[in-house]
């Protein structure tokens, strides 16, 4: 069997890196019947930091094809990655093209997958923020709907493609658990300090959302929150591309306890997360990784895909407003939820996928 893996982006790169283990783990079991997996990286994300130190840390295979497609609007970058992938498809001629998540990549992945007739698998398939406006749940919505499998990490994902009709649709759908949470179990023992100093008992943050980014008044409050919030316990920030060029436009001044670091790998985001004290994010990864190190989460959104960790009072939405995020972040202090709950599965989303092409190919 033959799979082709699209990835572009950060979170993709952290999330295959659990799954390609996991092939190459099935392969050394079971040597006969050998997955062979052919990545292809279209370039969205191209930064070392945001990039080469995932293949590195992680030990992702080399990409077959470098696509080197970024710095274009969405129809360019979309246009251009469905015209490269396309060909590599044609030479490829897999049994199954896999895609992740909610990226550009994600989209151009499974369009291309689609018009060729080779069944598709989404991972992270089914989650929504019925937010129209975000890039991402376009995305989503799209990719769900030209796959053959559908790999969902939550009882909410499946739910929510029970109501657009999915059931009456000849599509798989299998709950797999989280691959996220299958990465951080894979990798937490390698857990590593950033180089930059890190101060103790500091709050973690992360901002890259268009939302925030684009929106000079979302921005600036998020800012001036961290400034205040600094004041009290300080704030680590490694600072995302996109989110430094806004904030060098936007002129935002910025705190001297609020300390922003270059994007850091995964390993330092491991020990950064287990350090923490509290996580003030607008990641979806994050939120979710929060959790998994049984830390408490403000999401600086006004909607999230992970609403598990809300209604079990893990996380808690606190939009860009200042008054909010202050209000929140003072009675963080207080809050203890049951960390025991098993909301994303136990390790095991990878393996689970692995059947699941067996099964459906
Ligand atoms: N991450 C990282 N280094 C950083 C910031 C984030 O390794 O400097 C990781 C983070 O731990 C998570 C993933 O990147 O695993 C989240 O990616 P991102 O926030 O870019 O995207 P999203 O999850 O919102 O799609």
């Known amino acids: 069997m033959k799979v082709v893996t699209i990835i572009g982006a950060r979170p993709q790169f952290i999330k295959s890196g659990a799954v390609s283990r996991s092939f190459i783990e099935y392969n050394q079991t079971n040597p006969k019947e050998s997955i062979s997996e052919v990545i292809v990286h279209t370039g969205q994300h191209y930064d070392s930091n945001m990039s080469d130190v995932f293949f590195e840390q992680m030990n992702i295979p080399k990409p077959a094809y470098q696509l080197d497609i970024n710095g274009l609007g969405h129809g360019a970058m979309t246009g251009q990655m469905l015209e490269e992938i396309e060909k590599v498809l044609l030479i490829e001629k897999p049994d199954w093209v896999m895609v992740y998540g909610d990226t550009n990549s994600t989209l151009a992945g499974a369009l291309a997958a689609s018009k060729l007739h080779i069944k598709l698998a989404h991972i992270e398939a089914g989650l929504r923020s019925f937010n129209m406006r975000m890039p991402e749940e376009v995305n989503r919505i799209l990719t769900d709907r030209v796959s053959s499998v559908l790999f969902c990490p939550t009882d909410s994902a499946i739910s929510n493609l029970e109501k657009e009709g999915y059931n009456d649709l000849d599509i798989a759908i299998v709950k797999n658990g989280d691959v996220m949470m299958d990465a951080s179990l894979m990798f937490s023992a390698f857990a590593k300090a950033p180089q930059e100093e890190i101060p103790s008992n500091f709050i973690l943050t992360t901002v890259h959302r268009a939302e925030n980014t684009d929106d000079p008044e979302r921005l600036k409050n998020i800012f001036k929150a961290l400034n205040t919030i600094s004041q009290e316990t300080p704030v680590v920030l490694p600072l995302h591309p996109r989110t430094k060029s806004f904030i060098e436009k936007y002129d935002i001044q910025l705190g001297s306890n609020l300390h922003c670091i270059d994007p850091v ?97």
């Open 265 to 361: 790998g995964y390993v330092e985001m491991l020990y950064l997360l287990k350090n923490c004290s509290l996580v003030l994010t607008d990641s979806g990864g994050l939120q979710k990784e929060a959790y998994f190190f049984k830390k408490y989460c403000l999401t600086l959104r006004d909607e999230t895909e992970w609403v598990e960790l809300i209604d079990n009072g893990f996380n808690k939405l606190v939009g860009a407003d200042f008054e909010t995020i202050m209000a929140a972040f003072k009675n963080a202090h207080s809050q203890s939820p049951d960390f025991s709950l098993d909301l994303y599965g136990n390790g095991e989303a990878s393996k689970k996928i692995i059947e699941g092409l067996l099964k459906h190919k």
